[in-house]
Every structure is written in structure tokens, then in C-alpha cells.
């Protein structure tokens, strides 16, 4: 017996996470002195409030600014497909147009994941559950009880507004994986995200979760998990990479070509 299929020109393509750490990359350069493989970004710290009232008789006395600078460095990343005449002139599918749909989304999950990367990267970390005396402990210091909860937010809104990091739009940035989010949602008590939630809808774009404790929390599987990254005893555990951020927490350059834009 003879068996045929009749298949369909359209290619289906896997769906793909939305890009949420690119988004936090709000500082990027407008007005460079010319072209270069980095971009020098300056920061000018604020002086010390003054509480000496100025008279007719002593001069002011000058102080000198405090500056700093950042390097952001233009790499280049992206990969390719090998694909033949034959399969171009005989395949059912567009071969040509699934390449190219594929590539921009490989290049722009890569964009996020690097931005994601970068936070990583960051040394002001806080350990799950933990007071601040705890997080000198490190990744030894966490075990299976080691779960994000609603007094981390508290926490970190604490840390940030203690240096006086800016908001974006009134609200600070918390990026936290699916599976963190289910402990963070699992939580009970008064004052848990469940129960201080239960009565108010706040929620802005596709994967806000909504706001709590001055964030909004974003859920994203792009937030990295270290397989077993915990130690002895518990170095079978999968350590989840959270991030509490502000207004211009990453800065970001691209290349540009004449004619091609950036």
C-alpha cells in the first residue's frame, strides 16, 4: 500500500522568551567624539551637602569634583546555517526566510542572555532568606530552606534606596526566574506577595508579574540558574540568579556601518 502525506508550505518556528534584560540596557552613547571599538562613558559624583552659612569676610573654599568612567567594549557575536542549492531548490518549506528567522531570533535571545550575563557579573549579591550579616557566607551558606520571600524585596528596596539608586518611572526592576517565582508565590502570611496582592491588579506588559515592595517583578527564563551550585552538603543544588536593579543599571554601545544604521 502506497502512503502519501500532504505537507504544509508554512514553517512553524519554537516560541521564544521576550527580552527583558536588553531593556534594562538604558544608557547607551548619543553623542561620541568618534568612531572606536570602546565607548568611555563619564560619571560625575554629587558633592557633600554644606551646613556652613557663607559671610562677607571668608572666601569659599574650592573643592575638586569626584569623576569616574565606565568602558563598554564592542564585541561581535552571531553564528550561521549551512544550507545547500538542492535543499533550496527541492525543500518543501522556504528554506532561505527560516534561516533568516531563526538567526534574528538566535541574535536577539543572545542580546538578552549577555545583558543578563553582565548582572550576573555584579557584586552586590544578596543570599536568599538571609539576614545581611548571613550573605558573608556566600554560596556555602545556602541550603534547601534558601528561597526567595517576600522580605528579600524589603530588603533589597532597602539596599538600593540606601545609596540612592534612582527608579525608572517610580519603581525599581526585579528579574527572577519561573521557579523562583513559585516560591515567591507559594509564600504564606500577612505579608507575603499572595495575601498583600489579593485585592489589586498592577500589572503593565506580558510578563509583569506586578508590583510589590516598589518593584516590578518580571519573570524571565533567561535569569541564569547554576546547576549544582551550591557546596557540601548541598552541592546538588541549583542555584537561581535573581536581579534587583535601577534607572541606568547597564549601559550598552553598538557598531554602526554607513548605510546598514546601528
Do not use: C
Not at 213 to 224: I, K, L, M, N, W
Not at 225 to 243: E, I, K
Amino acid at each position: 500500500v502506497l502512503v502519501q502525506f500532504g505537507a504544509d508550505h508554512p514553517q512553524y518556528f519554537k516560541f521564544n522568551e521576550v527580552n527583558e534584560f536588553d531593556r534594562i540596557a538604558s544608557v547607551k552613547p548619543t553623542e561620541a567624539t568618534h568612531d572606536g571599538s570602546t565607548t568611555k562613558l563619564y560619571k560625575m559624583e554629587n558633592m557633600t551637602p554644606t551646613s556652613t552659612p557663607l559671610d562677607e569676610s571668608t572666601d569659599v573654599t574650592p573643592e575638586t569634583l569626584d569623576t569616574d568612567s565606565v568602558l563598554v567594549y564592542a564585541y561581535e557575536y552571531g553564528k550561521s546555517v549551512k544550507s545547500t542549492q538542492l535543499s533550496r531548490l527541492v525543500s518543501i518549506v522556504p528554506v532561505i526566510p527560516s534561516i533568516a528567522h531563526v538567526l534574528a531570533i538566535n541574535a536577539s535571545e543572545s542580546v538578552d542572555y549577555l545583558a543578563a550575563g553582565k548582572l550576573a557579573a555584579g557584586t552586590n549579591v544578596h543570599y536568599g532568606s538571609h539576614t545581611l550579616a548571613a550573605d558573608s557566607g556566600g554560596r556555602a551558606s545556602l541550603t534547601t530552606a534558601s528561597v526567595l520571600s517576600s522580605n528579600d524585596g524589603r530588603l533589597m528596596k532597602n539596599r538600593l534606596r540606601r545609596v540612592t539608586v534612582p527608579t525608572a518611572n517610580g519603581l525599581y526592576d526585579f528579574h527572577l526566574h519561573s521557579d523562583v517565582l513559585y516560591d515567591l508565590l507559594t509564600e504564606t502570611g500577612s505579608l507575603g506577595w499572595t495575601d498583600l496582592n489579593k485585592y489589586v491588579t498592577n500589572i503593565s506588559r506580558t510578563f509583569d508579574i506586578g508590583v510589590f515592595q516598589s518593584f516590578r517583578f518580571v519573570e524571565s527564563t533567561h535569569s541564569p540558574v547554576l546547576a549544582n551550585g551550591g557546596t557540601s552538603p548541598y552541592a546538588t543544588l541549583d542555584v537561581y540568579q535573581s536581579f534587583a536593579s535601577g534607572f541606568q543599571a547597564l549601559a550598552k554601545t553598538y557598531s554602526s556601518s554607513e548605510g546598514y544604521g546601528p
